[in-house]
T-cell receptor, first 111, second 116 residues
Framework: GQQLNQSPQSMFIQEGEDVSMNCTSS?????WLWYKQDPGEGPVLLIA?????ELTSNGRLTAQFGITRKDSFLNISASIPSDVGIYFC???????????FGKGTSLLVTP | GAGVSQSPSNKVTEKGKDVELRCDPI?????LYWYRQSLGQGLEFLIY????????KSGLPSDRFSAERTGGSVSTLTIQRTQQEDSAVYFC??????????????FGPGTRLTVT
């Protein structure tokens, strides 16, 4: 499957800081999603984006679907220790269903 | 309600042995998916079920991998003659219909497979 390029690979920040991560692809996706994975668990959906240019928030999280449909970013504001985990972007192609995942961004937050 | 469950949670097997991984999807979900995650990687799509049929097996890495789904519910992923490169965490996900862009996939906790 199409591998998405996700950056940064890891982030180590202090509580209260804002975080930004992004995902790019050489192919167009019609749906972009952001997941969080805690150790020993499956990914949990944070935000889903269905339209180019769409900006969607979920609490302290904000994500945007790039205009070119080849990229997306996720921002986390005022980070807290429970934000620790691995964040994955995923894309779905037109009329598809299979999720194509990035390699993840590992986030560590110190109190 | 109950989420997606998978068993076993961990499986250690010797190279060359066959293994079966089980998935119980969310009740009423017609679509079921298998993914695997190698160390430090994102999840990789393996196979998709709509009801009992598998219209998309394109992600299965070799003919040693097979999957079935019975009664539109439980699914089993079988790996024959396991190899060390099969070591990974295998995730199952289910969704309500498998169609439509807003059909959210819910993931199970995964089965960690280690081939020695």
């Amino acid at each position: 499957g199409q591998q998405l390029n996700q950056s940064p690979q890891s982030m180590f920040i202090q509580e209260g800081e804002d975080v930004s991560m992004n995902c790019t692809s050489s192919s167009i996706f019609n749906t972009w999603l952001w997941y969080k994975q805690d150790p020993g668990e499956g990914p949990v959906l944070l935000i889903a984006l269905y339209k180019a240019g769409e900006l969607t928030s979920n609490g302290r999280l904000t994500a945007q679907f790039g205009i070119t449909r080849k990229d997306s970013f996720l921002n986390i504001s005022a980070s807290i220790p429970s934000d620790v985990g691995i964040y994955f972007c995923a894309g779905i192609r037109n009329s598809g269903y299979a999720l194509n995942f990035g390699k993840g961004t590992s986030l560590l937050v110190t109190p | 309600g109950a989420g997606v469950s998978q068993s076993p949670s961990n499986k250690v097997t010797e190279k060359g042995k066959d293994v079966e991984l089980r998935c119980d999807p969310i009740s009423g979900h017609t679509a079921l998916y298998w993914y695997r995650q190698s160390l430090g990687q994102g999840l990789e799509f393996l196979i998709y079920f709509q009801g009992n049929s598998a219209p998309d097996k394109s992600g299965l890495p070799s003919d040693r991998f097979s999957a079935e789904r019975t009664g539109g519910s439980v699914s089993t992923l079988t790996i024959q003659r396991t190899q060390q490169e099969d070591s990974a965490v295998y995730f199952c996900a289910s969704s309500r219909s498998g169609t439509g862009r807003t059909d959210e996939q819910y993931f199970g906790p995964g089965t960690r497979l280690t081939v020695t």
